[in-house]
C-alpha cells in the first residue's frame, strides 16, 4: 500500500512501477481493501479514511448478496434461477458452517465469513 501513497495525495497521481504516471480525475476515488496496516506508515495512514467491522458483526449475508450480484447477466434475466440460488444458500449454508464448525478439525482457524 505504500506505492499508493502518492494516488492518495490531494495530486491523485498513481505511479506505477514502470514509472507510468496515471492522473486520475476530480470523479475518480480509489478504494482499498486490506487485511491490516502492519507494513503501512504513519503517512499512508493518515491519508486514508477507514472503516473497521469484525466480520462476525458483519455476517456472510453481504457477501452472498454481492456475490449474487456478480452473477451473470443470462442468469440474472432469469429470476427463477437467481431465486432458486438463494434458496438454496438460505437452505444449505448455515446447516454447512455448523457441520465445519462442529464435526470437522481445522487445520487452520477459519472466520465464518471465509467458510461462504
Keep these: 500500500i505504500e506505492s499508493m501513497n502518492t494516488v492518495l495525495d490531494d495530486n491523485k497521481k498513481l505511479c506505477l512501477?514502470?514509472?507510468q504516471?496515471?492522473?486520475l480525475t476530480p470523479y475518480m476515488t480509489m478504494?482499498?481493501?486490506v487485511e491490516d496496516l502492519a507494513v503501512a506508515s504513519p503517512a499512508t495512514v493518515?491519508?486514508?479514511g477507514m472503516v473497521y467491522m469484525e466480520p462476525v458483526s458483519i455476517?456472510?449475508?453481504p457477501l452472498l448478496d454481492s456475490w449474487l450480484n456478480t452473477l451473470p447477466a443470462g442468469m440474472k434475466a432469469k429470476p427463477t434461477i437467481v431465486k432458486k440460488i438463494e434458496d438454496l444458500l438460505e437452505k444449505y449454508v448455515d446447516?454447512?458452517?455448523h457441520f465445519i464448525k462442529k464435526e470437522c478439525k481445522e487445520l487452520v482457524a477459519t472466520q465464518i465469513n471465509a467458510l461462504v
Design 17 to 19: 512501477n514502470s514509472g
Design 21 to 23: 504516471i496515471l492522473m
Design 31 to 33: 478504494m482499498f481493501e
Design 46 to 48: 493518515s491519508r486514508c
Design 59 to 61: 455476517g456472510y449475508q
Design 95 to 97: 446447516d454447512c458452517i
